[in-house]
């Protein structure tokens, strides 16, 4: 039931562009993106809801593909302040409102 | 406005112990979600109330782990005869707001539980 992330682990240098995958087994209603940084809580990105996709900030942006259960989220001309975890939570259809995390994808930005 | 707050942020205690943790969420939201956090891992929800009652509480690990929301506001997750298994971080988060997507769930700054 817990989606898998990809990849692991990516190393970028400031400007850069990356992609991080969410995909699950079951099918979704919403899929939420969370940047987690070290001993801090997650700050929430954007939530893409079935039947569409919602854009969050000027150059993090993520689909939704609702047939093959995936999500992408695309990070532009990286910045330092983008390094962290970052982790998709997916919410099935018909199940209750709880979220059911990735294992996390770790992102770092080197100057 | 103020963000989601959990007391203490760390709590250490010895195995067998009871311990409490409190969530505040944010004014006017309506759920309120208990999440726990191992090292290297994801969020792995535990409870979820919508109001007073607990809508999905399919996470909780077992008996030992009891949670309230008496008022629909603050939440207290209450673990008895805690093990050295349990140490995580706590976090809590909340949705239902007036503005925004209202499935969005913010999440507080979590508790540190060391069990020795």
């Known amino acids: 039931q817990q989606p898998v992330q990809s990849p692991q682990a990516v190393i970028l240098r400031e400007g850069e562009d990356a992609v991080i995958n969410c995909s699950s087994s079951?099918?979704?209603?919403?899929v939420h993106w969370y940047r987690q940084k070290h001993g801090e809580a997650p700050v929430f990105l954007m939530i893409?809801?079935?039947?569409?996709e919602q854009k969050g900030h000027e150059k993090i942006s993520a689909s939704f593909n609702e047939k093959k259960q995936q999500s992408s989220l695309y990070l532009t001309a990286s910045q330092l302040s983008y390094s962290g975890t970052y982790f998709c939570?997916?919410?099935?259809?018909?199940?209750?409102?709880?979220?059911?995390f990735g294992k996390g994808t770790k992102l770092t930005v080197n100057p | 406005g103020a963000g989601v707050s959990q007391t203490p942020s760390n709590k250490v205690t010895e195995k067998g112990k009871y311990v409490e943790l409190r969530c505040d969420p944010i004014?006017?939201?309506?759920?309120l979600y208990w999440y726990r956090q191992s090292l290297g891992q994801g969020p792995e929800f535990l409870i979820y109330?919508?109001?007073?009652?607990?809508?999905?509480d399919s996470g909780l690990p077992n008996d030992r782990f009891f949670a309230v929301r008496p008022e629909g506001s603050v939440s207290t997750l209450k673990i008895q005869r805690t093990e050295r298994g349990d140490s995580a971080v706590y976090l809590c988060?909340?949705?239902?707001?007036?503005?925004?997507?209202?499935?969005?769930?913010?999440f507080g700054p979590g508790t540190r539980l060391t069990v020795l």
């Open positions: 988060a909340s949705s239902g707001g007036t503005s925004g997507s209202f499935d969005t769930q913010y």
């Open positions: 109330f919508q109001g007073t009652g607990a809508a999905d």
């Open positions: 939570g997916t919410r099935p259809q018909g199940g209750s409102e709880k979220l059911v």
């Open positions: 079951k099918a979704l209603y919403s």
């Open positions: 004014s006017g939201h309506t759920a």
């Open positions: 893409l809801l079935k039947g569409g």
